[in-house]
C-alpha cells in the first residue's frame, strides 16, 4: 500500500472549504476527497464544513418570517408619530 501518495493532512485540510464551494479543480477535489477517505480527522472536518454550508445556503434560501416587514414598519410608525415636546 502505497500511502505516501496521499497529499497530507495539511494540504487536504486547508483546501476542504474551497472543494465543498465548489472552487477547486477535478484533479484538487479528487486529492482532498481521496485524503478524506483514507483520514478520519479531515473526513469529519469535511462533514462539518458540509453540513455549515448546506444550512447556511439553507437559511439564505428562506424568507423572512410573515409579519416581520409589518412589525417593523408599526415600530417605524410609533417612531415618527412621536413628537418632542420644543
Ligand atoms: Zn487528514
Known sequence: ???NR???CASAFGRIEALVDGQL???ES???RRHC???ESCASELDVVETLTSRFRAALAEQPPPG???SIFANL???TDFRAPN
Do not use: H, N, Q, T
Open 77 to 79: 410608525k410609533i417612531s
Open 6 to 8: 496521499d497529499c497530507g
Open 30 to 32: 479528487d486529492e482532498v
Open 37 to 39: 477517505s483514507a483520514c
Open 68 to 70: 416581520l416587514r409589518e
Open 1 to 3: 500500500m502505497d500511502m
Open 25 to 27: 479543480d477535478p484533479i
